[in-house]
């Protein structure tokens, strides 16, 4: 899944970016909240926003008020060094879904990302499921038909990526921008040979096809009537 950090400290916004990147997430990373703005509202959809409340140019309260007016509704985790209950109320008023204070370890940032990124909406279960494959996104863990299945952790990505959008023709550059970084130099051809490498792992094991390819649109996880 892919996230945005809005951190002015560089120190921090890197080691945070560090953190979450060995967690398996895509970070992308900017340093006021104006191009946070701007890269939330362009076509470079995220899954869970990072924000730290005191920021240049447009402050994580004003920014998460002004997303929320545009419709957006991606959750949003408020970072901020301070601890009053009152910052947290108008953080929270203002469309934020959980609030942290630093300092914070990464174990209970990770605990409060999965908790708001994992959760497929309106569903209480956090398990995603098509036919006999199942996909625990909590524990990174891939079972079909009983046999839990390896995955690297760009291939485990794609295929939560996929399930999230079962029945749903999702194309290349959609991939790429919900499994790697804007900033990543990745070519179609690098996807292509990802989902060859899953397909080997879940579908041709097995007497069911799952993953099937749209020519000249993308990829669909589905089952076959």
């Keep these: 899944m892919r996230i945005l950090l809005i951190e002015d400290e560089h120190k921090l916004a890197n080691a945070i970016k560090r953190a979450l990147e060995l967690q398996k997430y895509a970070v992308d990373v900017v340093y006021d909240g104006e191009e946070g703005f701007n890269l939330t509202i362009g076509e470079e959809a995220c899954d869970l926003i990072i924000s730290d409340i005191m920021l240049p140019s447009l402050d994580g309260i004003e920014f998460c008020k002004r997303i929320r007016q545009e419709g957006i509704h991606t959750p949003v985790l408020m970072l901020t060094a301070k601890g009053q209950i009152q910052d947290k109320v108008v953080g929270l008023d203002n469309g934020a879904d959980d609030y942290m204070v630093k300092p914070f370890s990464f174990d209970e940032l990770f605990a409060r990302v999965r908790a708001l990124v994992r959760r497929p909406k309106g ?103």
């Design 123 to 225: 569903e209480r279960d956090p398990m995603l499921k098509i036919a006999d494959l199942r996909l625990d996104p909590v524990n990174f863990k891939v079972i079909r038909a009983g046999k839990q299945i390896k995955l690297s952790t760009r291939e485990f990505s794609i295929l939560e990526y996929l399930m999230r959008n079962q029945n749903k023709v999702v194309g290349k550059k959609h991939l790429i921008a919900h499994v790697w970084d804007y900033d990543a130099n990745i070519l179609p051809g690098t996807v292509e040979v990802h989902i060859k490498n899953i397909r080997d792992k879940i579908d041709k094991p097995f007497t069911k096809r799952l993953i099937h390819t749209v020519r000249g649109f993308g990829y669909e996880i589905k089952v076959e009537n």
